[in-house]
């Protein structure tokens, strides 16, 4: 299930080539330090789970069985390690969200339809704030990450069943506080 490219490095670094664990932090270190950023919005902080995650990879890479991909371990990893830091500070997961939620490029809408978007995105980005916050982490994951219902059960370990509750109860919540707000309305 994991990419191949992936599988050769982890084989490498497993035979004792250290040197080839390189490539999968150049890949995955953007990755893993986004998620941490928004998870603790602190870009020290984010910096060094980032660094802890490589190194935890790094000496548990044995323990990967390839039963998923790389990537969707290392940010369970990722994940985990920001919770920690959350937990022992008592602070609450809150995650920032792209500006745009539509693929439509901007030189394609005219100026009308660019402040509209602009406000739907808005009402979007404020709705998803007031999901609970293990809830809006999984709207993260989900629509804005663009992991399957099975990665993020791997990341957070729930069931897939319980993930596709979550999202489907998310969403009804997110239609609400919307169509209260008149914004998705054409």
């Given amino acids: 299930m994991t990419d191949h490219k992936d599988d050769y490095y982890i084989r490498q670094v497993l035979e ?16 893993v330090f986004t998620l941490s950023i928004k998870m603790l919005k602190d870009r020290e902080e984010a910096e060094e789970i980032t660094q802890d995650v490589f190194m935890i990879s790094y000496r548990s890479l044995r323990e990967f069985r390839g039963d998923s991909r790389f990537s969707t371990w290392l940010y ?6 920001c919770l920690d830091v959350l937990k022992r500070k008592g602070r609450y997961v809150i995650v920032d969200y792209p500006d745009r939620l539509t693929g439509v490029p901007h030189e394609a809408l005219n100026a009308l339809q660019q402040i509209v978007e602009k406000d739907r995105n808005e009402a979007v980005r404020q709705a998803v704030k007031l999901l609970p ?11 804005f990450d663009e992991m399957s219902v099975k990665e993020i059960a791997k ?5 897939e069943a319980n993930i596709k509750i979550k ?3 998310s969403r009804k919540i997110l239609y609400r506080l919307l169509e209260n707000n008149k914004l998705i309305r054409e």
């Fill in 167 to 169: 999202l489907f109860r």
């Fill in 76 to 81: 369970r990893i990722a994940y985990n390690k």
């Fill in 16 to 31: 004792g080539k250290t040197e080839a664990f390189a490539f999968l932090v150049e890949k995955y270190k953007d990755m």
């Fill in 155 to 159: 990341v957070v370990n729930l069931s």
């Fill in 133 to 143: 916050e293990d809830d809006r982490v999984l709207v993260w994951m989900y629509y």
